[in-house]
């Protein structure tokens, strides 16, 4: 697995020289993503699929997609794969990226225990975060920027409630989605994730019982993923000619076909989505 651990988060300059311990051949590329691509394994299947095809050889951090983005401003890294759009969008306009592609999708969904005291099972998503709230049933969130933690304010706010909005069965992680899913079981509490997480999750027979989805399916609870170049003329030493390469296979008939074809016990966590230059 050619992963960079979060250990490196913070400490300039560390990426740089973690890179030279891959040197050969291969172009390398460093990835700053988010934590689903990772604790799903998607990217420890695709990175010898983009060595055989692309001869690249690619490198990743995954955290929340805030910290990903933050990782590009840096120049900590040569592309970014994050979950975020309208942060995306004003990360581009700001100019930070280049080349955003949409590359595929999954779904959010509230997740809770079976008891379900909120009483939100097949509730429209923005009368769940209403019930969990007034219910004062505990609700556990990354805390942390990332894609998933920008959606759940998104709700809050569509659900009536301001920005920071808190009460006092909230609990802020500041962790991963897979550790923000353990400690929901151990507090029997409620969460948002994406699909592709907590499927991954229930493959843990310890876990699976624990937690169930309660709330899915419309067009607000969409979860779509994006491409983003870091912009050269703001970090001369991006391996932009890498990240292009990559991007335009991801986004080109072979690796549609690769993130249609991956699994996770059986089931597909990502689907297609490429369209042009955003």
């Given at each position: 697995?050619?992963?960079?651990?979060?250990?490196?988060?913070?400490?300039?300059?560390?990426?740089?020289?973690?890179?030279?311990?891959?040197?050969?051949?291969?172009?390398?590329?460093?990835?700053?993503?988010?934590?689903?691509?990772?604790?799903?394994?998607?990217?420890?299947?695709?990175?010898?699929?983009?060595?055989?095809?692309?001869?690249?050889?690619?490198?990743?951090?995954?955290?929340?997609?805030?910290?990903?983005?933050?990782?590009?401003?840096?120049?900590?890294?040569?592309?970014?794969?994050?979950?975020?759009?309208?942060?995306?969008?004003?990360?581009?306009?700001?100019?930070?990226g280049i080349n955003?592609?949409?590359?595929?999708?999954?779904?959010?969904?509230?997740?809770?225990?079976?008891?379900?005291?909120?009483?939100?099972?097949?509730?429209?998503?923005?009368?769940?975060?209403?019930?969990?709230?007034?219910?004062?049933?505990?609700?556990?969130?990354?805390?942390?920027?990332?894609?998933?933690?920008?959606?759940?304010?998104?709700?809050?706010?569509?659900?009536?409630?301001?920005?920071?909005?808190?009460?006092?069965?909230?609990?802020?992680?500041?962790?991963?989605?897979?550790?923000?899913?353990?400690?929901?079981?151990?507090?029997?509490?409620?969460?948002?994730?994406d699909r592709a997480?907590?499927?991954?999750?229930?493959?843990?027979?310890?876990?699976?019982?624990?937690?169930?989805?309660?709330?899915?399916?419309?067009?607000?609870?969409?979860?779509?993923?994006?491409?983003?170049?870091?912009?050269?003329?703001?970090?001369?030493?991006?391996?932009?000619?890498?990240?292009?390469?990559?991007?335009?296979?991801?986004?080109?008939?072979?690796?549609?076909?690769?993130?249609?074809?991956?699994?996770?016990?059986?089931?597909?966590?990502?689907?297609?989505?490429?369209?042009?230059?955003?």
């Amino acid at each position: 697995m050619k992963k960079m651990g979060r250990l490196v988060l913070g400490v300039s300059g560390v990426l740089t020289l973690w890179g030279s311990a891959w040197a050969g051949d291969a172009e390398r590329l460093l990835m700053a993503t988010t934590t689903s691509t990772e604790a799903t394994g998607f990217l420890d299947a695709l990175a010898p699929k983009v060595k055989e095809v692309l001869n690249i050889d690619l490198q990743w951090v995954a955290t929340g997609t805030g910290k990903a983005l933050e990782l590009g401003k840096r120049c900590d890294a040569d592309l970014l794969l994050v979950h975020a759009p309208d942060v995306e969008e004003a990360y581009v306009q700001q100019g930070y990226g280049i080349n955003r592609r949409r590359l595929m999708f999954n779904d959010f969904v509230v997740v809770g225990p079976s008891e379900d005291p909120a009483r939100v099972k097949n509730c429209s998503i923005e009368e769940a975060m209403r019930r969990i709230a007034g219910s004062g049933a505990p609700f556990v969130s990354r805390g942390d920027a990332s894609g998933t933690h920008v959606k759940e304010k998104e709700l809050w706010r569509a659900a009536g409630f301001g920005n920071e909005f808190a009460y006092p069965g909230y609990i802020e992680t500041g962790q991963g989605q897979m550790a923000t899913l353990d400690i929901a079981a151990q507090r029997r509490a409620y969460a948002l994730t994406d699909r592709a997480t907590f499927i991954k999750f229930g493959q843990d027979p310890s876990r699976a019982a624990s937690l169930r989805v309660l709330v899915e399916g419309g067009e607000v609870l969409i979860n779509r993923y994006s491409l983003i170049t870091v912009r050269p003329e703001k970090c001369p030493k991006v391996r932009a000619a890498a990240a292009e390469k990559f991007t335009d296979w991801m986004v080109g008939p072979q690796g549609q076909a690769f993130i249609e074809a991956f699994r996770v016990g059986g089931k597909a966590v990502f689907f297609p989505d490429a369209q042009g230059p955003q």
